[in-house]
């Protein structure tokens, strides 16, 4: 390739003129394997015995969880010291204080957990209930896609209610490439809840969903437009508790309720709030 | 971390109080990483010299094939069986029986393969014909998601006729995930059937698909209403013989017929059935 | 297994009678993974600092990248190669100007890198803009999927324009998988382009789509029949500038243009012209 | 290559003739790579801290040790139970027996590893000591191919006494070609031992050595004669304490007794007791 | 680092005048890793069973042994060629003469299988009946390494003498590395060979070794002195059948024969040659 | 395993009672894996094209050297304050200029490069004179153990000399796992030096060795006595221009000086000086 340095000195002129490289924050940006890798180890810690194959009994099952909460504790600080640096920087805020917030939003994600389990059983109960095809709880917390991505969810929104930068976003987009759904880790979510099949389904950052709610696959909630800084801050619809939504419906707007009970047919496309279905009997 | 061993000890009593911990069954699933490993080997051997750079000619084709079906029958006996047991031990039947039925079951596959080959070949035949953009049938074996979904049914299919638990689902979460296609083992698909592009298409258990039939993005072949235990045995649609479905067509019922040579449009919800087109004209 | 060789037996047979074998081309097929690594190094060429966790600073870039494209440069040509022989030997063509052919390709390729940095640095900004959840350039660049599509895109897009076998293809199945957004690398796509979400996008190979143009999730784009090998050469819609394609809208048809500025509602059908916002006012 | 078949003929035939093929034991075999893994398991339950660059305080200590003792456990009852079912069979004795027989196995050497520690920082103090160049206790642990040699010997000696077939064999080979000193698990040495250099010191199985002693690369205690199943069973030298070894001496024989305190000189061929120091002078 | 761009500058410049560096050869050197993974495969058709955990039955066998055989035949041809390449272009040899070369050796070695099966099959005998220690021929296959030496010394043998270049002392350095025991691939080694221990064993070029020869570790057969090109073939010891040589001991010279049924003592230094025991008496 | 408990309480029990356990240097050791992966960097650097399968033509050199030299120069630095830091602690000095330290003593290696190159080379040519087995330089660099020691030597050398600690070591201890040739990086070695066969030779802390010196295996260049803290600084011989030491001599003692030009059979035990072969005739 007799031009090979031609061509290469280009490339570099391009990296002068036009941006797009970055030099500076290649340490300060979390890894995102490392990201994934806590994000399973922090599954195993909410159903232990499920995703890997290691034999455990009730004793070991100490030991393992002791262990656990300590490699997780010191993976996930290193990854949110970096993100949080990151963001400190942008905002020149005191760096000190930044060292102090992850190990802080650490301790209380491992303080959650007790809480988190207990929201999450409650998923795999409606997702149990919800499904004729499903034959027990193992089964589901086994191989239900929806339930990995509601997992990854109450997860990272309790990272994103911490006001931790970027690590919430990595793990949804993790989530969103294993299974097709895309739950901002902005958004609200009760308990019970139930995605089924699920390809497609996109959350947006300012939904709210009451408890009881169930999917299908590409439901959207979204907004209505884009009006970047300016419009007000919700701007995705509020879904109430014991709505049912079909497969590729589309509801969008901040000020858009679905009222409780209703049940929305499949491809259907809601800019206006729905009554709730008792009122509107 | 200060207060860690109060974090674990909060842990370890949510797994007392909560449950949704697997101690004793982690032997018994089967394993998600081996399953997979042992589907590719099955496409392999379905599709020989297209997955993997391994060199053939016709004389080393025979070997390989002989060594590709003794590994399949040794790794799907094991994981088999602990489907099995897992199974069996929920519904407390005799362990004996459980061990011959894995084996029966891996042996009824193999002898099946030259069948399902003729009918996997059919379907490549009609994603060739059947999209103007696919320049040889190599190329669609090559690199169609849609026929690789077809694929992983076809052999989900077969086990899950034959009763064997776990595995055909955790077959077809893995091709899911993989592809965005989510065909549950337990449909009754034709022959020469063709998905093109793929990514959201749902297609539920008891759904009945006739010959020719051809399913574009998003389509959901899916249930009205959720009867758990309650409501009767078919709750998805039938599509009969030369049907085309469009794109995120969203039809449900178990009593909706789709009749046949008819063509349904994109973004359609349907819940009664449509005549056939040689009636409806 | 009693009766394994029989089976065996049975299986070669079946390769004898139905085909579906590939015995010869094992060799010249390019192999998929390779191809993968190739796309990310030349993402990694495109946005350096973001995919790897590699360290730089302004010195050591010069030579990383001089190390790529080199890397990069032996080998795509050596993928390159293999899939135009591929064609050549199915067209009976010159195998010696075959293999000219691709080393001229890739170092167009190379040489191109520059103009699709600047055309992919416009697409970051349009989906920073457009997006009111993104905190920045970097997070977009660090985690979007619809950029990571489009990026991809405009590799695969460059390589079927210079008539390059099968590679096309396997980089736009690839990131299908990974992101669920499925891009003909035939199309043609206009700068400053977003797709938000992303799940379930399909764009057709004879699609046209002007410059700053916005697509949500489940978006088809697509053909309104098949007519292999008999109908008219575009087959997709054209989409001209700034418009808004909201989820899950079906566009089909080789005539359909959508017009200047247009805004296209979630799950509508067209398989008509819309003209443009001015015009149609 | 015509003529392939006919050498697969010849070679499956020689199979048949000439035996040399292991059908039946492969299962029961221990997996060497397993052993090696289990063994630096337990070096990390011995040094924790040095071979891994795990984090850790004293605190998360507790967890890794418990969450390393059941890995252990289980894992090393695995391979003593292939070990011990495989010698079952070949002696034909009882297999319930040989089934208990593996855990009481493992149960006696996780019970003994603080004893074992108490000797192996007394091996890891001498060696310090002994050795000029060592800078600290640390550097001895960290990277002195003696000491690794000699807690392998430990661990497979206390194997060996307990007749847990084939596994400790399996052990003292693996850190023969690690390290190339060969310690026959059988010996029996005393604490205080060192090993400078090590490259070529072979310690045959009948040898027994004393307190304080010191061995130099090339360094042989061997037999003076082979006799299998004829001669005593005393068949490698007795050295006692306080004894120091040059390089390369070879001393052999199993009435061969090399009193306390002395030192043998380096390239000595010893095959007649040497008096203590003592009564020498 | 300032003056990076110096250091790089100087280290190029030192490739400019001092050579060292192997710009064109790059392609045609074997590559060692795929030549040490051909050897463990030519083992495992030598003694099957033993150094994989694959399970197998009589009927498997067959299939495992053709697709090892043919494996095996396509990975070595495509390194001899290399090999043999390298050699024509120094010695400017026909290069198509060349490549068939390499299938040629290849096809003789798969054909000598069945006699280095027996060949070695003596060994692992000798190897038995010469240790006390050796509990069982399958002990003695799955571990020793002196075996596991003279499996790919008689291996790499069969290579020299059909003059295969680079390749046979590629074999014997990575054996050599593994074991300590360094038998340079042209020494001609009699049936019934046994190397106890084997560390620091050194067999030079052109040792001629007879039957049921028995070495102990350290033992070197070496030249007398060193003549580059111009002292006679045969520089190293003739040892003949049924002699036993003790640890460490040297015999050197081309002249030097150690004559039948002779015992050399450890560390004993021989440069003249030793009458047969029967004469010797 | 119902005693687990108290077996985990007892090795916890004995890490409070008996120590050898590393909490708190864990991050602050150098990684052994990763000094390994320098070291092989820096073979790389010193003979390009040699060790990796990597293809290059003279303008990729260039790159790839610029791009190997950062790569080098970060994770050697990384690893080298590492070391230092540990022993600043430990000998209480500033932590500041102990920073400073890694860059300057890495900086140097890399500028010493083409002078270690030039040496190198030199060893190369040795073996290539002194070996009539070897057919050319090329096959030297490729496979000979003796020069892939030598080449860690004078890396490793280096660093020592530059008061680098624990790193040297760490090297010296990798590449006699390797090939058995333990060669201490504190030993002063001249140009053209060639150990042949190497397995066992031991080359001690203060030895001298002077130009065109020859080692066969199993050679000791050993301490007389040992004498930690007390004895003068010289332990080890010196070993004068052109020597050649036949295998497994042991030469031993500070004051022991091999004259120039002798020849020391193998097998001997020298513990005084050797005069000079001139002088001694």
Same mark, same amino acid.
């Given at each position: 390739?007799?031009?090979?340095?031609?061509?290469?000195?280009?490339?570099?002129?391009?990296?002068?003129?036009?941006?797009?490289?970055?030099?500076?924050?290649?340490?300060?940006?979390?890894?995102?394997?490392?990201?994934?890798?806590?994000?399973?180890?922090?599954?195993?810690?909410?159903?232990?015995?499920?995703?890997?194959?290691?034999?455990?009994?009730? =004793?070991?099952?100490?030991?393992?969880?002791?262990?656990?909460?300590?490699?997780?504790?010191?993976?996930?600080?290193?990854?949110?010291?970096?993100?949080?640096?990151?963001?400190?920087?942008?905002?020149?805020?005191?760096?000190?204080?930044?060292?102090?917030?992850?190990?802080?939003?650490?301790?209380?994600?491992?303080?959650?957990?007790?809480?988190?389990?207990?929201?999450?059983?409650?998923?795999?109960?409606?997702?149990?209930?919800?499904?004729?095809?499903?034959?027990?709880?193992?089964?589901?917390?086994?191989?239900?896609?929806?339930?990995?991505?509601?997992?990854?969810?109450?997860?990272?929104?309790?990272?994103?209610?911490?006001?931790?930068?970027?690590?919430?976003?990595?793990?949804?987009?993790?989530?969103?490439?294993?299974?097709?759904?895309?739950?901002?880790?902005?958004? =609200?979510?009760?308990?019970?809840?139930?995605?089924?099949?699920?390809?497609?389904?996109?959350?947006?950052?300012?939904?709210?969903?009451?408890?009881?709610?169930?999917?299908? =696959?590409?439901?959207?909630?979204?907004?209505?437009?884009?009006?970047?800084?300016?419009?007000?801050?919700?701007?995705?619809?509020?879904?109430?508790?014991?709505?049912?939504?079909?497969?590729?419906?589309?509801?969008?707007?901040?000020?858009?309720?679905?009222?409780?009970? =209703?049940?929305?047919?499949?491809?259907?496309?809601?800019?206006?709030?729905?009554?709730?279905?008792?009122?509107?009997?």
């Amino acid at each position: 390739m007799a031009t090979t340095d031609t061509l290469i000195q280009n490339i570099l002129l391009s990296y002068e003129t036009l941006g797009g490289v970055n030099l500076t924050e290649t340490d300060t940006f979390p890894n995102k394997e490392d990201v994934a890798s806590i994000l399973l180890d922090i599954e195993c810690l909410i159903f232990p015995g499920f995703k890997t194959s290691q034999q455990m009994d009730r =004793q070991s099952l100490n030991y393992l969880t002791g262990e656990r909460v300590h490699r997780i504790g010191s993976a996930l600080t290193k990854e949110a010291t970096k993100a949080i640096l990151y963001d400190c920087k942008k905002k020149k805020k005191d760096p000190v204080k930044c060292y102090e917030k992850a190990e802080k939003i650490v301790i209380a994600l491992l303080d959650a957990i007790p809480h988190i389990r207990k929201v999450l059983i409650g998923d795999a109960e409606a997702a149990f209930e919800g499904d004729p095809a499903a034959r027990s709880i193992e089964e589901v917390i086994l191989s239900y896609p929806g339930l990995e991505a509601i997992i990854t969810y109450r997860i990272a929104h309790f990272l994103f209610e911490k006001d931790l930068p970027l690590i919430p976003r990595i793990m949804s987009e993790y989530i969103h490439g294993k299974t097709g759904i895309d739950i901002h880790p902005g958004a =609200q979510i009760g308990e019970r809840f139930f995605i089924d099949h699920g390809t497609g389904v996109v959350i947006g950052e300012t939904t709210v969903i009451g408890k009881n709610v169930k999917l299908y =696959q590409g439901v959207t909630l979204g907004a209505l437009s884009v009006c970047k800084g300016l419009c007000g801050k919700k701007r995705h619809p509020t879904i109430q508790d014991n709505v049912t939504i079909y497969a590729n419906a589309t509801i969008l707007g901040g000020e858009t309720v679905i009222g409780e009970g =209703q049940t929305i047919g499949g491809n259907s496309w809601i800019i206006k709030s729905v009554k709730p279905k008792k009122v509107a009997k």
